[in-house]
């Protein structure tokens, strides 16, 4: 635990620095700067009783005046310097900070985005939110506070050293052992401290999650009446971050008290020997330099100092907690940018392409609604291959671990422009065939080609431009209706966004809204229905325009009169398309090319409507009734 904890403040400490090359060295020196101006109070102390208080107590004020003025000029220059350091440095360390936390961020995202689907299946959303929100917020309380303080405490230590043992070597020794002690305490009591505190942020990480859940499922929870389970499970999670803030805050509020009885106890141990050497005679000409021999001014000065090396320690030792937060989620913020990322070895990339004059495929630049696959083989050579949208499962497996084999020899072949529909009971591997097309997953044997090549050689980004998915889930972004839309293409005009929405016969509901397409949606499109937020969405995969089309529930959430609404337009959508389709309403799906059932992961009977009721096995029996599909 400590190894690590010691290389994620490193790496964060590194971070910060790599990333501000020119601001971090300013901040180094006006810190010493600032240090300097804090120690000197008790230095100025000596020379003021030295030079100033003691000869005019014996010779008069008018003979130490010109000292006095050349004293206080010199307080003037070194408060003020210290004073600009101070603003400098806290003006920059603000900066800094943002600066810092705004390219965490955005290393979070740009790696979150790479990630493959099965990180998000491994971790609730909630606890990846708290990587943004706790996490970033303790790395920001260290950045703004902690890491300052301990690099001026630093410095004050230092200078404080050196002038204390300029006065005196014995009181110094003195101070260090009670120095000692503190450090002491701060071992036993601080590192419990910041271990309660590490918890502290794990445990809230984990109740955010569960509030996460249990939001995205109010539904189920009233429907189920479960509100007295969530509420003791809420009460658990939460009763285990009071647990741990309390021991981790219980831990940090013994620190202060035992580091200040500790250093009032050197105060008195000081004034002590300050006494006794001034009593004993030789003792006080025993300096390290010779600047100076024991005098009242020298202990008076030398009590200061050490009540300030004694603050200094103790404001050391109320970062810990915060050190220890950072550095934990410094850890946690990392770990998520070193997961691994989604890999693509695809070389094959999509083109625009057209027919030269004498009827060879060739790449262009402008747009002409035709595609190609530009494939470079390792001997130089090019060749481009028209997307056409045929795609052949060949003797595919596929697990999501190895305990457990989903998909078991699949063999389905799709030519271009059929429609493909798949029947099974839940969990007979529907949907996964075509997380297996778009490459969400790997298969582990077989191969699957699109025209002719094996995908694994496509490019992800490539593939999957060439595919429209609309799920059984819709997800709408915060915006208008209209950019909505455009998710589905970028570049699409206002005209094609409009042509859209009349394919999905949504064009009528989506005008009748308060501002028509520039209607904004928030929240998931809550302020609309379930089926029209799923019309938005199959208007989304018009605009997209691609040769494959899957359709995963597509209809599910729409009602009857609305979904032959719709399939109207899906049919002109599906026209000239290879299309997957994946229903549980039979009806929708008879008039298909081609029907795949599907049991226990395996293709147990494959043909037309027409066909499958004539064989009369396990498709007739869900058609007439006799099974009923989960």
Not at 121 to 136: A, C, V
Not at 316 to 324: L, R
Not at 340 to 361: H, I, M, R
């Amino acid at each position: 635990m400590r190894k690590k904890s010691n290389s994620e403040m490193k790496r964060l400490i590194a971070y910060i620095f790599g990333h501000n090359k020119r601001e971090m060295p300013l901040v180094i020196v006006c810190l010493f700067f600032a240090a300097v101006a804090s120690s000197a109070s008790g230095v100025f102390l000596f020379l003021i009783i030295e030079n100033v208080i003691t000869p005019a107590i014996s010779d008069g004020f008018s003979s130490v005046s010109s000292v006095l003025n050349a004293l206080i000029a010199a307080m003037v220059v070194v408060y003020g310097v210290g004073v600009s350091a101070s603003w400098i440095y806290a003006r920059i360390m603000a900066k800094v900070g943002q600066r810092t936390l705004n390219r965490l961020r955005k290393d979070m995202f740009a790696r979150m985005e790479t990630l493959p689907i099965s990180y998000f299946d491994r971790n609730k959303h909630g606890d990846i939110m708290s990587h943004y929100t706790n996490d970033i917020d303790a790395i920001r309380q260290f950045i703004s506070q902690s890491m300052v303080q301990i690099i001026n405490t630093a410095f004050t230590l230092f200078i404080l050293t050196i002038a204390m043992l300029c006065i005196s070597v014995w009181l110094t020794f003195a101070v260090y052992f009670c120095a000692a002690a503190m450090l002491l305490v701060i071992k036993k009591i601080g590192g419990k401290s910041a271990e309660s505190f590490v918890g502290q942020q794990q445990s809230t990480a984990k109740l955010e999650g569960f509030i996460e859940e249990i939001m995205n499922g109010e539904k189920v929870v009233k429907v189920f009446t479960h509100e007295r389970e969530t509420i003791a499970d809420f009460k658990r999670l939460n009763g285990r971050v009071k647990e741990d803030s309390g021991r981790a805050n219980e831990y940090g509020n013994i620190v202060m008290p035992a580091l200040s009885g500790i250093g009032n106890y050197m105060y008195v141990l000081l004034a002590i020997l300050g006494g006794v050497i001034l009593l004993i005679p030789g003792a006080k000409n025993l300096t390290l330099t010779g600047m100076s021999a024991m005098s009242a001014a020298v202990v008076v000065s030398f009590l200061s100092m050490s009540r300030q090396f004694g603050q200094s320690v103790a404001q050391v030792s109320q970062q810990t907690s915060m050190c220890a937060m950072a550095f934990a989620g410094a850890g946690r913020v990392f770990t998520l940018i070193d997961e691994t990322p989604e890999t693509d070895e695809g070389y094959v990339t999509l083109v625009n392409a057209k027919f030269s004059a004498d009827g060879a495929l060739e790449e262009c630049r402008e747009k002409t609604g035709m595609w190609a696959w530009k494939h470079p083989h390792g001997d130089g050579t090019v060749t481009l291959t028209e997307l056409k949208g045929n795609i052949v499962l060949d003797h595919v497996d596929f697990r999501y671990d190895e305990s457990h084999t989903v998909l078991r020899d699949v063999c389905i072949t799709a030519k271009a422009g059929e429609k493909i529909a798949f029947v099974g009971a839940t969990g007979a591997g529907k949907t996964t065939i075509t997380n297996l097309i778009n490459r969400f997953y790997d298969i582990a044997d077989g191969k699957i080609r699109y025209d002719g090549i094996n995908i694994n050689k496509i490019g992800k980004a490539d593939l999957r431009r060439s595919l429209t998915v609309v799920l059984q889930d819709t997800n709408l972004f915060t915006g208008t209706v209209m950019e909505n839309i455009r998710y589905g293409r970028l570049d699409a005009t206002d005209e094609e966004i409009y042509a859209a929405a009349k394919t999905a016969n949504a064009y009528d509901f989506i005008m009748k809204l308060p501002d028509g397409f520039k209607t904004m949606l928030s929240s998931d499109g809550a302020n609309l229905s379930q089926g029209q937020r799923q019309l938005i969405s199959i208007a989304r995969a018009a605009v997209a325009d691609t040769p494959v089309l899957i359709l995963d529930e597509a209809t599910s959430s729409i009602d009857t009169r609305t979904e032959k609404i719709v399939q109207a337009g899906t049919d002109r959508l599906m026209e000239g398309r290879t299309v997957f389709v994946i229903a549980h309403r039979l009806s929708t799906i008879c008039s298909s090319d081609k029907i795949i059932v599907l049991d226990g992961g395996k293709v147990v009977e494959e043909g037309s409507h027409e066909e499958l009721l004539s064989k009369k096995g396990q498709y007739y029996q869900l058609y007439t009734g006799a099974f009923e599909l989960e």
